[in-house]
């Protein structure tokens, strides 16, 4: 006995997948992934995304520089460095926002191909 037709089956999965783009376009969130894969065309606009805090170091050049990952991506892209005044503890669940910027160079060796900057982080609670 069929339950659907193809015809509704079809329906209701364009509907989903509507359903889920337009959540996605609103948030305006982006994976770790997909930020690394398209730094150089996201290049000075402003993200959100969310995440894990995996490491803090706090207090460099006068910025705190914060490590993000989502569970998305291989090894060279489930990484997010994000620079910020604001910090977080190493656990915590954030949302960041910043500034794209890639091929970041402080000088003494420590170039960033991706680095988010200016980012405010708030922690889930």
């Known amino acids: 006995m069929k339950i659907f037709s193809p015809t509704l089956a079809a329906l209701m999965g364009a509907f989903a997948l509507a359903l889920v783009s337009a959540c996605s376009a609103e948030t305006g969130l982006k994976t770790v992934e997909a930020l690394n894969k398209n730094k150089a ?7 959100s ?3 894990k805090v995996v490491k803090v170091n706090n207090g460099i050049m006068g910025r705190n520089f914060v490590h993000l990952q989502d569970g998305t991506g291989g090894a060279d892209s489930n990484n997010l460095i994000v620079s ?3 910090t977080a503890n190493v656990g915590d ?3 960041i926002s910043g500034v794209v910027v890639v091929n970041r160079e402080f000088g003494a ?8 900057e ?3 982080i708030v922690a889930k609670k």
């Not at 065309?41 to 993200?47: E, M, P, R, V």
């Open 41 to 47: 065309s996201l290049a000075g606009q402003t993200i």
């Open 49 to 51: 995304v969310q995440g």
């Open 84 to 86: 910020s005044k604001d």
């Open 93 to 95: 669940q954030v949302t």
């Open 109 to 116: 060796g420590y170039t960033y191909p991706l680095l988010i």
């Open 118 to 120: 200016e980012a405010s």
